[in-house]
T-cell receptor
Framework: KAGVTQTPRYLIKTRGQQVTLSCSPI?????VSWYQQTPGQGLQFLFE???????NKGNFPGRFSGRQFSNSRSEMNVSTLELGDSALYLC??????????????FGSGTQLSVL | KQEVTQIPAALSVPEGENLVLNCSFT??????LQWFRQDPGKGLTSLLL?????REQTSGRLNASLDKSSGRSTLYIAASQPGDSATYLC??????????FGGGTRVLVKP
């Protein structure tokens, strides 16, 4: 079974640009969540999608948005990039069903550098 | 607001020694707690998940305990090996299905 796949692996952008990151969950997993990891702030929850609906959202500005498609694949978009958006962006998937194993499975992440 | 703390931030031990990693959280109303391992520049690998109704979970050389009332979890790694060198993070899941991570403990096992 393929794991969680994130593309691209690395990305370099300049301030003011926008970026879209992609995440393909493990087959059968319906929940996809996104996290930002920086040396200073650690791992912070961005949002979670379940059955194409945003179920939870962290404390990030509206420049950060996402969506989930009918095949559970998810995209995350950051508009008007700032230097502080440089981070490793991780996505995770889980079964998210009653009584299921709730373990999260993470992708390798997208390393975003904003110049 | 849930806060998760991991102390120490870094740990260095000789090969063969047992590792003890600590995680504390401020709000005991949790659904579960997970321990993860992260290698440099990589994603996280789930090691153990403890449901709020459980006291411990074991997998091979790994054992994790949970004391909800005191807001603590401990991850024990027996007979450490150089391959255990990584950053270990704990995360608690609470109301709203949100996961809150600790800052992690960076472990170095010296041969």
């Amino acid at each position: 079974k393929a794991g969680v796949t994130q593309t691209p692996r690395y990305l370099i952008k300049t301030r003011g640009q926008q970026v879209t990151l992609s995440c393909s969950p493990i087959s059968g997993h319906r929940s996809v969540s996104w996290y930002q990891q920086t040396p200073g702030q650690g791992l912070q929850f961005l949002f979670e999608y379940f059955s194409e609906t945003q179920r939870n959202k962290g404390n990030f500005p509206g420049r950060f948005s996402g969506r989930q498609f009918s095949n559970s694949r998810s995209e995350m978009n950051v508009s008007t990039l700032e230097l502080g958006d440089s981070a490793l962006y991780l996505c995770a998937s889980s079964l998210a069903c009653w009584g299921c194993n709730e373990k999260l499975f993470f992708g390798s992440g997208t390393q975003l550098s904003v110049l | 607001k849930q806060e998760v703390t991991q102390i120490p931030a870094a740990l260095s031990v000789p090969e063969g020694e047992n590792l003890v990693l600590n995680c504390s959280f401020t709000d005991s109303a949790i659904y579960n707690l997970q321990w993860f391992r992260q290698d440099p520049g990589k994603g996280l690998t789930s090691l153990l998940l403890i449901q709020s109704s459980q006291r411990e979970q074991t997998s091979g050389r790994l054992n994790a305990s949970l004391d909800k009332s005191s807001g603590r979890s401990t991850l024990y790694i027996a007979a450490s090996q150089p391959g255990d060198s990584a950053t270990y993070l704990c995360a608690v899941k609470a109301a709203g299905n949100k996961l809150t991570f600790g800052g992690g403990t960076r472990v170095l096992v010296k041969p």
